[in-house]
């Protein structure tokens, strides 16, 4: 069982893929969120060439739980890619995924240059992880 990771920011869209047995998240790329055409156009390449059976997508809350603005852009992103694919699409709380994803980054000694271009891939992979070791209880 393949699971889909989705990091949705307002610059990037972090893409992750678990492994065959859905137990393994891996960082897969970034999609920059810029213009949109290009964006679903990106998107709808990665779904019709990945194989998959469900999609997670980070939710943004505030610290105390709460959803605020960038939760109903989110929102608004899954309505629409909920229009594109025929699987369950779920959320799983992003809190602090990408301070996790930075701390990871440079435990790895990767670059502030380098950092930029894999903290969205590495947060998505941080979400779908947390999902999917959620699942295996």
């Known amino acids: 069982m393949r699971v889909l990771g989705l990091d949705f920011g307002s610059e990037r869209i972090g893409v992750a893929l678990s492994?065959?047995?859905?137990?393994?998240?891996?960082?897969l790329e970034f999609v920059p969120n810029h213009p949109p055409d290009g964006v679903w156009k990106r998107l709808n390449e990665i779904l019709r060439d990945t194989p998959y059976e469900t999609i997670v997508v980070g939710m943004p809350r505030n610290m105390d739980g709460s959803y605020g603005p960038a939760a109903e852009?989110?929102?608004?992103?899954?309505?629409?890619l909920e229009q594109e694919?025929?699987?369950?699409?779920?959320?799983?709380?992003?809190?602090?995924?990408?301070?996790?994803?930075?701390?990871?980054l440079l435990q790895a000694n990767v670059s502030r240059k380098k950092r930029k271009s894999h903290?969205?891939?590495?947060?998505?992979?941080?979400?779908?992880?947390?999902y999917l070791d959620s699942t295996q209880l």
């Open 85 to 104: 694919v025929g699987v369950p699409v779920r959320t799983w709380d992003e809190r602090l995924s990408s301070a996790q994803a930075n701390r990871v």
């Open 73 to 80: 852009k989110v929102r608004q992103f899954i309505e629409q």
């Open 19 to 27: 492994d065959d047995l859905g137990m393994i998240a891996q960082p």
């Open 119 to 130: 903290v969205d891939k590495m947060a998505a992979a941080i979400i779908l992880q947390g």
